[in-house]
Nanobody, 124 residues
Framework: QVRLVESGGGLVQAGGSLRLSCAASGLTFSGYSMGWFRQALGKEREFVAAIDWSGSLTKYADSVKGRFTISRDNAKNTLYLQMNTLKPEDTAVYYC?????????????????WGQGTQVTVSS
């Protein structure tokens, strides 16, 4: 059974930082591209960042470029999202996703597997 478990969310003031983690099990982690997505209250889920299986290819939404960094540790089956200079508009539930296709994940926001999400709240 595939499980993706996010952690690291919380309440932070604007300008602060958080590091999200996504622990994967039940799949060959290095065989999957991974991504972070978010859904704010009343809005659709949107793409945040993606990384290919090797970590050599990454993509970011324009809204987070230069502030967020996606990374992975294949030895630990874990995906990360370092979020700096957080803004109130970053408030959302953040989800990690796994897919065998980098383009499907990064372009079409489609994933084979999803985590349950972690809440990030940025106060002004």
């Amino acid at each position: 059974q595939v499980r993706l478990v996010e952690s690291g969310g919380g309440l932070v003031q604007a300008g602060g930082s958080l590091r999200l983690s996504c622990a994967a099990s039940g799949l060959t982690f290095s065989g999957y591209s991974m991504g972070w997505f978010r859904q704010a209250l009343g809005k659709e889920r949107e793409f945040v960042a993606a990384i290919d299986w090797s970590g050599s290819l990454t993509k970011y939404a324009d809204s987070v470029k230069g502030r967020f960094t996606i990374s992975r540790d294949n030895a630990k089956n874990t995906l990360y999202l370092q979020m700096n200079t957080l803004k109130p508009e970053d408030t959302a539930v953040y989800y990690c996703g796994a897919d065998r296709s980098y383009s499907r994940l990064a372009v079409f926001v489609v994933c084979d597997y999803w985590g349950q999400g972690t809440q990030v709240t940025v106060s002004s």
